[in-house]
C-alpha cells in the first residue's frame, strides 16, 4: 500500500446555536476521532481539525427569541461544545470558530478568486422580502407549508420533517417569521455557483473514480443529486449576520454559510499552524495529502458536490473520501432537538463522567456502544437497555473480567511479574492463542482503513474472548494444584502457568494497543496497571508478543468497568419521557413566538381504548402540602401530595416551570395507582396530570374551587 504523506481529518461543523446530542457524536465525531487515533498511533503526519459553525440565520433567529445578540449565543455555545468535545476524548487539534477574523479573512480571500475567475454568476431576481422588518428573508427567516410533505412549518432552506432541502419560492403560503406577515417580493442581486458547469467533473470523479470505495449510500445520494440536474447555488443571502461580501455593490449582504462553513477547515488548519509553528498550506495544496471529511448524511450534498467544486476552482485537493454516516435513532424514534427526544451530550456528562471518580472510563462506555451500533451503512437504534447490556455483558464481562482476572491470576501464581516463557513446553494451544494475538493487528488494521469502525471494534473485543477461552481452558489455578512435595507446583505445572499467564499477559498489553483509538481511556487505565508508559500504545507493538518484559512486576488489579445498574437506566428512560413532556429545553430551538401562535399544533388522537382500560387508572385530587428541588436535577421537584387518605412523595419533572413555593397549597390531579418509580434516588409514588399549552408551558388540571383531598376524578 502507497502510503499518504500526510493526512488532514476533518469533522463537520457543528452549528453553535445549542447543545450538541449523542446522534451527531455518533455521526461525524466519533468515527473520525478512532480513525485519527489510528493514524497518530501509526506517527503518521495527521491534522485533525474542526470548529463551530457560527454563522447562518438560525443564530440570530434563536437570540431574537431569547431576548439576547447572536453573538452572546455563540460565545455560549462555542465553549461548552469544545468541552463536551473533550470530555467524551473527541482529540481535535484544533477546534477553532467560524466567527473568528482569520475565518472572515480566508473566507473572503476564497470567494474573491472565485469572483476574480469569472467562476461565479450574478443575477438578479426577485425575492422575498418584509415589508414591516425592511429586510429580504434568507432561509429561516421565511416559512410555509412543504411542497414534499404539505408540513406547515418548513423552512425557506429546508423542511424538517422530511429533509427536502427548499428554496423560499417553492413554499406555499410562505409567511415571515419576523413579522408573521404575508412576503411581498422584491428585486435584489445575489452571486452564483453555477454547479451544472461541472456536471461532467462530478459524474466522473464520483461516480467513477469513487464508486467503489466510497460508501454505497454516498455514491447513491450523489448520483441521484447529479441525475436529478445540478443548478446554479446561491452563495450570498441580503443578511447583516456572516462573513462579508468582499465585492462592489455587496452592501447588507452575506455569504451563505453554505458557503463559507467548509472553508471554516481551512481556516482552522491556517489557525493550527500558526499555534504549532507549520505550514498548513501542504495540507490543503499538496496532492500527497491524504483529505478525508467526517459527516452525517444530511451534510453529503455539500461536502461531495458543492464544497469540492468550489476546492477545484480554488486550486486545493479534493477529498479522498467522505465517509457519511446514517441516522441513529433514539428508543424506537429519531432523535430530534426540537422534539427534545434526544440525549445531549452534557446530560450525559453529567451523569455518568462528571458525578464518579475516574469518569472518564464511563466516556469510554458511551463510545464503546455508539461504535458498536454505528449507523455505518443504515440508520440505527440507540437504546438505554442496549447500552447497559453492551456494558454489562461486553465490556464488563469480557474485557474488563480478562483483564482482570490476568492481573489476578498473575498475582496469586507468578509471584506479581511477568513470567518467563518456556518455549520447549509450549502445546498447540499456546501457539495458537499466540498466532491470534499477531494476526488480530492485520484484520483490525484493514478494517480501520476502509472505515468499518463497528467491525474493527468487533475484531478487538474477540481478542479478549479468545483470552478468556485460552484461560478457561489452560485452568492454570487447577494446574497449580499439582504439587510436589514441598507443596509448591510441580515444575512441569510451574512451566505450564508460567506460559499460560505470559501469553495472557502479552495479549493483555495487545488489548491496550488495539483498543487505544477506540477506548483512550481505558487503554491509558491499562498502561498504568501494566506500569508502562504511553508510548506502549504506539501501533506498530500491536502484534508483538514481547510487549512486557520477563520478571517485570505489574501493579494489583482494579477494574476497568464497573457494572450499570436497572435503577440508572430507569433513571434515564425516565429523564427522556418527562423532558419530551416538558418541552422547556427545547429553547435552544425555539421557533419564533409569532409563528407559534399563528399555528398550534396538536398531538395526534391515540388509539381507540374501551372503558375498561380507562376505569384501570385511579385518578383523585390532591393537595401539595410541600415542593423542594431534587439536587442535581434541575427539571425536577420533589412533592409531598395530601390525598385524604395519606400523603404521598411524588418527583415531577416541572422544576423549569414552577418555583417550589408558589405551588404549595395548589390543588392537583394525581394518578395514585401508578407503579412507584425511582428517580434521583427518590421513589415517586404517583404522577401528576399537566395539560401543555401551544408555547409549550405546563398548567395543573385542578378542581373547579377548592374540594376535600382524595376525591375521586372519573
Ligand atoms: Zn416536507
Known amino acids: 500500500m502507497n502510503l499518504p504523506k500526510r493526512y488532514l481529518i476533518t469533522s463537520a461543523l457543528p452549528y453553535a446555536n445549542g447543545l450538541k446530542h449523542i446522534g451527531h457524536l455518533a455521526g461525524a465525531y466519533l468515527p473520525a476521532d478512532i480513525y485519527v487515533r489510528y493514524l497518530k498511533a501509526q506517527k503518521r503526519d495527521v491534522v485533525y481539525v474542526c470548529g463551530s459553525d457560527e454563522h447562518g440565520t438560525a443564530i ?21 461544545m469544545a468541552q463536551n468535545f473533550k470530555d467524551l476524548g473527541i482529540d481535535f487539534d484544533i477546534y477553532h470558530r467560524t466567527s473568528d477574523p482569520l475565518h472572515h479573512e480566508t473566507a473572503r480571500e476564497f470567494f474573491t478568486k472565485l469572483n476574480d475567475n469569472g467562476n461565479l454568476e450574478i443575477k438578479e431576481s426577485e425575492q422575498y422580502f418584509d415589508e414591516q422588518a425592511n429586510t429580504f428573508l434568507a432561509d ?40 408573521g406577515n404575508t412576503p411581498i417580493k422584491k428585486a435584489t442581486k445575489h452571486w452564483y455557483l453555477p454547479l451544472d458547469r461541472h456536471e461532467d467533473f462530478l459524474r466522473n470523479w464520483i461516480l467513477k473514480e469513487h464508486a467503489n470505495d466510497w460508501r454505497s449510500t454516498v455514491v447513491g445520494q450523489c448520483k441521484s443529486w447529479i441525475d436529478g440536474g445540478l443548478q446554479a447555488r446561491a452563495v450570498t443571502r441580503d443578511l447583516d449576520w456572516g462573513v462579508k461580501v468582499p465585492a462592489k455593490d455587496a452592501e447588507g449582504k452575506v455569504l451563505y454559510v453554505w458557503f463559507d462553513a467548509p472553508i471554516g477547515y481551512i481556516s482552522a488548519t491556517k489557525q493550527w499552524a500558526l499555534n504549532t509553528g507549520k505550514d498548513w498550506r501542504p495540507y490543503w495544496e499538496d496532492k500527497e495529502t491524504k483529505l478525508v471529511h467526517f459527516i452525517g448524511k444530511d451534510n453529503i450534498v455539500f461536502h461531495c458536490l458543492i464544497f469540492p467544486v468550489m476546492l477545484k476552482l480554488h486550486g486545493n485537493i479534493l477529498p479522498d473520501n467522505v465517509p457519511s454516516n446514517e441516522f441513529m435513532n433514539l428508543e424506537g424514534d429519531k432523535m430530534s432537538t426540537s422534539r427534545n427526544w434526544k440525549i445531549e451530550m452534557q446530560d450525559y456528562i453529567d451523569d455518568f463522567i462528571n458525578k464518579e471518580n475516574g469518569g472518564s472510563q464511563m466516556a469510554d462506555v458511551l463510545r464503546y456502544y455508539l461504535t458498536l451500533i454505528a449507523p455505518e451503512t443504515k440508520d440505527s437504534e440507540f437504546t438505554w437497555q442496549g447500552f447497559q447490556d453492551a456494558n454489562n455483558s461486553e465490556l464488563v464481562s469480557i474485557f474488563g473480567n480478562y483483564v482482570n482476572r490476568c492481573f489476578v491470576l498473575m498475582h496469586k501464581l507468578c509471584k506479581g511479574k511477568v513470567p518467563p516463557l518456556h518455549a520447549e513446553a509450549l502445546t498447540d494451544l499456546d501457539k495458537a492463542t499466540m498466532a491470534e494475538i499477531q494476526g488480530t493487528k492485520e484484520k483490525v488494521e484493514n478494517l480501520l482503513e476502509q472505515y468499518k469502525f463497528r467491525d474493527a471494534l468487533f475484531e478487538v473485543i474477540n481478542l479478549s474472548r479468545i483470552g478468556n477461552q ?29 506460559n499460560t499467564l505470559h501469553i495472557c499477559l502479552q495479549l493483555c498489553a495487545n488489548l491496550a494497543v488495539l483498543i487505544n483509538p477506540f477506548l483512550p481511556f481505558t487503554a491509558r487505565k491499562m ?134 413555593e408558589d405551588i404549595v397549597g395548589k390543588q392537583v390531579t394525581v394518578v395514585v395507582n401508578l407503579a412507584p418509580r425511582k428517580m434521583r434516588g427518590i421513589e415517586s409514588n404517583g404522577m401528576i396530570l399537566m395539560a401543555e399549552d401551544a408555547n409549550g408551558k405546563l398548567h395543573f388540571i385542578n378542581p373547579e374551587g377548592e374540594i376535600n383531598a382524595g376525591a375521586g376524578v372519573s
Open 527 to 660: 498502561c498504568y496497571l501494566m506500569k508502562v508508559v504511553d508510548k506502549m500504545l504506539d501501533w506498530d507493538n500491536a502484534g508483538k508478543l514481547k510487549l512486557l518484559s520477563v520478571g517485570y512486576t505489574l501493579r494489583a488489579p482494579e477494574l476497568l468497568f464497573r457494572k450499570i445498574e436497572d435503577s440508572e437506566i430507569a433513571y434515564q428512560l425516565e429523564k427522556l419521557k418527562s423532558a419530551i413532556v416538558s418541552r422547556e429545553a427545547a429553547v435552544v430551538s425555539k421557533e419564533p413566538v409569532t409563528m407559534e401562535e399563528n399555528s398550534p399544533k396538536f398531538a395526534d388522537v391515540k388509539s381507540e381504548i374501551v372503558f375498561d382500560d380507562f376505569a384501570k387508572i385511579d385518578l383523585r385530587v390532591g393537595t401539595i402540602v410541600s415542593a423542594e428541588k431534587v439536587e442535581k436535577a434541575d427539571k425536577l421537584l420533589k412533592l409531598s401530595v395530601d390525598l385524604g387518605f395519606e400523603t404521598r412523595t411524588i418527583v415531577s419533572g416541572i422544576a423549569l416551570h414552577f418555583k417550589p
Open 140 to 179: 429561516r427567516y421565511i416559512k410555509g407549508t412543504c411542497p414534499n410533505c404539505a408540513y406547515e412549518n418548513a423552512y425557506g432552506d429546508q423542511c424538517e420533517r422530511c429533509g427536502k432541502s427548499l428554496s423560499p419560492d417553492e413554499l406555499i403560503n410562505p409567511v415571515s417569521t419576523l413579522s
Open 470 to 498: 485460552y484461560m478457561q481452558k489452560k485452568e492454570p489455578w487447577i494446574v497449580a494444584k499439582q504439587t510436589a512435595e514441598n507443596g509448591q507446583p510441580t515444575a512441569e505445572a510451574q512451566q505450564s502457568i508460567d
Open 60 to 80: 440570530p433567529i434563536q437570540a431574537t427569541a431569547e431576548g439576547t445578540t447572536a453573538q452572546a449565543i455563540i460565545d455560549k455555545y462555542h465553549p461548552i
